[in-house]
């Protein structure tokens, strides 16, 4: 770097208006969880990633400050097929609290009411298995 260059925001996964309250992503945490278990029943696997962001001060701010920013961004399912390519991504919205199905297979985003669970899992299962369920 030279004198008089300034540096970029790294890129995180996630946006700005991504970022939710412990709370709000516990909830969010809650809906994904009940879509795993029902793919995981039928040998589908999946995982929640949880992305936080780390800010850290180096400007000279006594420890006591803290050392820097934490934001934490919603909770994410990603559902890989047996190759490990990835088939779908669930989210939670942040308004609706509904669904958020995102397919790999080229199809539109998906949005699946609160509480219908087996209705986001159907889903999956048939991107994953080209509709044989």
Do not use: W
Request: proline letters at 5%.
């Amino acid at each position: 770097m030279t004198p008089g260059q300034t540096t970029t925001e790294p890129r995180i996964r996630g946006r700005e208006d991504d970022e939710v309250t412990d709370a709000t992503a516990e909830k969010h945490d809650l809906a994904l969880a009940a879509v795993q278990r029902l793919l995981s029943v039928r040998g589908v696997r999946s995982r929640v990633v949880h992305t936080i962001g780390l800010k850290l001060f180096g400007d000279g701010r006594p420890y006591s400050m803290g050392l820097g920013q934490c934001r934490r961004f919603a909770p994410e399912l990603v559902v890989r097929s047996g190759a490990g390519m990835v088939v779908a991504e669930v989210n939670v919205g942040a308004r609706s609290g509904s669904f958020l199905v995102s397919m790999r297979d080229g199809r539109d985003i998906e949005t699946v009411p609160p509480r219908d669970s087996e209705k986001v899992a159907n889903l999956i299962l048939s991107a994953q298995f080209g509709g044989l369920t």
